[in-house]
């Protein structure tokens, strides 16, 4: 090794893995943080997570979604972990209302902000932009300025006046992906929808991953990489870590599971004791609640059944 090569290993900085349990991990989230959750309808959802969350005892949450959410911030509002939530939709699409939604929404049990996609994603636009709100000119004319929380109307220079959406600051944000190191470095095998907002715009940004990939992969396709390890704080490996809801490109979402989870919904207390007690308090960890389901052999024979 000549003398340069040596210099350049020496100064080379040294790297930290970033491997935690899904219980270490979600002890970086304190009570009353805002949290902000990943994913999509039935993709990519950080079911695994928000199970942990209420295992934890997590209380007093902010919540933010991407629109349209389902399975994990239902899941979160049901449980009562939620102080309140900016939200647009929350819905289990074909399946049906989002029952715990509904439930909070209906009797005011929950502080929840009807807010727009747009204002939404608007808000994280202003964080990345370091600005203090961002014009979001597509909701013009419409009342959501009446339920989104500090979305207001501007006078912008050549837009007129404009709703303006204010900046969102999650202090943590929950992710789950198809595969990561053990740095951070996140690779989606599907579109990562609003993920990547979501890690610009966090202090704290939690990943779950299918699969844990030696960094070799990582370097060997670097244009693969959707989210940088310097933004990532901890990645957990979490095979199935989505499930009940899809993961693009290794299962789908598993529709029999959901559709017992909507029906358990029917009442607070029925829910409680056929989903909450058996489905989230009593598995001790992601391999008990995958066995519970039906094994690892059952969710890879699920198919894609999303008419």
Sequence with gaps: MNDQASRSEASAPTRTSKLHSLQSAVELIK?????????????????????????????????????????????????????????????????????????VVEQELTKVFDCDEATILGGLMATLEDLPYHPVPSVKGTDIIDGCAQTSTRLVAGLGTVVSAPAIRPDVCLLHAQEADAYGNVRYHGTPFCDPLFA???????????????????RAEPHRTVIPGYLVDAVVEAPYGAHPCASQGHYPHDEPHLLEYIASGASAHRWNDEYLGPFVHQPANLDDYIELVGGAARIDQLTDTVR
């Design 31 to 103: 009570d009353g943080d805002f949290i902000a959750l990943g994913g999509l309808w039935f993709q990519n959802n950080p079911s695994a997570a928000a199970r942990e969350l209420v295992r934890a005892g997590k209380k007093g949450l902010r919540l933010v979604a991407a629109p349209p959410a389902s399975y994990a911030v239902d899941l979160l509002l049901g449980a009562g972990c939620v102080k309140s939530a900016h939200l647009a939709h929350v819905s289990f699409e074909h399946l049906g209302m989002a029952p715990n939604f509904r439930r």
């Design 200 to 218: 610009k715009a966090s202090t704290t940004v939690i990943v779950t991953a299918d699969v844990i990939v030696n960094n070799d992969v990582i």
